[in-house]
């Protein structure tokens, strides 16, 4: 016999249904708000009941896969609920990869129907011409031909699905190699939702800012999903621009918002160039990059009304540690795990051994967040997924005697200098404490003694002066030496990628061609380090 597995969280088995109970109850509370546009709960029920109709017009059955190419579309949200709820797979695509990728992704997923923006042609094409032969397109906005579909369809029945089929595919491209197509299952989903809202504390009356891609996890976790199972509503802004997530905030009353570091830090200065009225917000989530102490700090004396929390979460494993909205907080550390996820930080050369309390290890985390691997990928997700329902995240955390928690970095960005470890965020960390110093990113280059040391690229802040050895004589003074940057280089600002995280990848490459041959021989010589 098969053991029946408890999942409060699930209301219905479908995620499409995620916002049935508020169009039933509220059909009338707003749920989505874009510039000229605007949906109710009971608008957005029923225009995903017709998205689901034309979807079935289009040979589209069960299991099989929808991209939904639109970038932040305000219809996203009812195309979303709509491929669900016609039993399909949503692949929600990152709109700013190359046409390469795309086409690889298209293939790879074996996309049926691509859903996609009138403005977004090169997205859809590079889709197509990877996707299987008859993978037909039905493109939003333009000739109008979305709309006239919708408006001769019958909103369909929801369709059955099991807790563990697939829903959402997520493609994540890590470090190195091809990009990994995520499947999260209808039960993740919920699951994330229903987290979401318990953790932040969200009800009906909160209303959430979108100002991040909607295809990536920040916005969609954070804001969209739970919004959703609340009944409560979003904005959604078409891309992160500073001044208007700023009017937005003042014009709709937004309650709530999520974003990366990165964006904080715009935010901030925008903020002091303008006269806004931001008292509205109330919670403010920072995450999908480290976060660090000084900007925290910048934060709350900006928004003093505001909880800020810090969170930490991956596609394959859910937003699964977190500052706690009220009570203790930490400055510097990601929080607590989540309610109903277990985590382990475990020594990454015996896994069998969790590290002590101060001591760095990778994290892995077990919890009903975990996704079902990666799509026909046996080999990464079996080096992902380890067993006993764990999942390795590659990330380097420490714990202390609280059971907080605290990101050191990622295991493949850690630079060994000379034997000793040394993590970007502890020597990022450091520089930005520098009064001049607006932001900073850190990353290796060969050093011809030591194996590795660290370079750091420096955004300074408006009218602020300093020199590059005079930032590395303050790293040197408040760290340990072996992690002190050997070269400092001043740039305006700096790489982000498409989910506006800082683009480690794009600073290597700089610093590759800043120091070809490293410190030396062949490259530019390390300047000479005096200790304070």
Not at 68 to 90: I, Q, T, Y
Request: aromatic share 6%.
């Amino acid at each position: 016999m098969t053991r029946r597995v408890e999942r409060p969280w699930l209301r219905t088995t479908n995620f499409g249904d995620v916002n049935a109970e508020a169009a039933a109850l509220y059909p009338e509370r707003t749920a989505v708000i874009a510039d000229g546009f605007k949906l109710d709960h009971g608008e957005l029920a029923g225009r995903a009941g017709r998205v689901a109709a034309v979807v079935h017009a289009h040979g589209i059955g069960r299991g099989d896969v929808v991209a939904l190419a639109m970038g932040n579309d305000p219809r996203f949200v009812e195309c979303l609920l709509g491929v669900l709820r016609a039993g399909a797979v949503a692949l929600l695509v990152n709109t700013k990869l190359g046409s390469e990728t795309l086409s690889y992704i298209g293939g790879h997923s074996a996309v049926r129907l691509i859903v996609g923006s009138a403005t977004l042609e090169r997205v859809q094409q590079a889709l197509l011409d990877g996707a299987p032969t008859g993978c037909s397109v039905l493109t939003i906005g333009g000739d109008g031909s979305y709309e006239a579909e919708l408006t001769r369809q019958e909103p369909a029945a929801t369709a059955a699905v099991d807790p563990d089929d697939l829903a959402l595919l997520m493609y994540t491209s890590g470090s190195t190699g091809l990009p990994k197509g995520v499947m999260l299952s209808h039960s993740n989903t919920w699951w994330q939702a229903r987290s979401d809202v318990r953790t932040m504390l969200l009800d009906w009356a909160d209303r959430g800012l979108v100002m991040g891609p909607l295809y990536h996890a920040n916005a969609l976790w954070a804001i969209l999903l739970p919004m959703l199972y609340v009944g409560g509503s979003f904005v959604v802004l078409p891309e992160f621009d500073p001044p208007r997530v700023l009017e937005a905030i003042e014009r709709h009353g937004i309650t709530f918002m999520s974003g990366t570091p990165s964006m904080y830090s715009l935010l901030l200065a925008e903020a002091e160039r303008g006269d806004y009225d931001l008292s509205s917000i109330a919670l403010l989530q920072c995450g999908s990059a480290p976060v660090p102490e000084e900007l925290q700090v910048r934060i709350l004396a900006r928004f003093p009304q505001v909880e800020l929390t810090e969170t930490y979460g991956l596609t394959e494993a859910g937003a699964n540690v977190l500052t706690p909205r009220w009570g203790v907080k930490k400055l510097g550390s990601t929080g607590l795990p989540v309610p109903d996820v277990e985590i382990r930080v475990v020594d990454p050369n015996d896994p069998s051994r969790d590290v002590e309390i101060g001591e760095i290890g990778e994290l892995w985390s077990r919890s009903p967040a975990n996704a079902l691997g990666y799509l026909n990928d046996p080999e990464r997700t079996a080096e992902k997924f380890v067993g006993d329902g764990w999942v390795r995240t590659g990330d380097l955390f420490r714990r202390d005697e609280q059971g907080y928690c605290y990101f050191c970095g990622r295991t493949d960005d850690m630079i060994s200098v000379g034997g000793e470890n040394v993590y970007p965020k502890e020597v990022e960390t450091i520089i930005l404490g520098h009064p001049a110093v607006a932001d900073v990113g850190v990353v290796p280059t060969r050093h011809p003694i030591k194996g590795e040391a660290p370079v750091a690229w420096v955004v300074l802040k408006p009218g602020a002066e300093v020199t590059e050895d005079e930032l590395r004589q303050y790293a040197l003074a408040n760290g340990p030496a072996y992690a002190h940057p050997r070269r400092i280089f001043f740039i305006d600002a700096l790489p982000i990628s498409g989910t506006n995280k800082l683009d480690r990848a794009a600073l290597k490459q700089m610093t590759e061609e800043q120091l070809p041959g490293g410190l030396e021989p062949g490259g530019r010589r390390e300047p000479e380090a005096t200790a304070p």
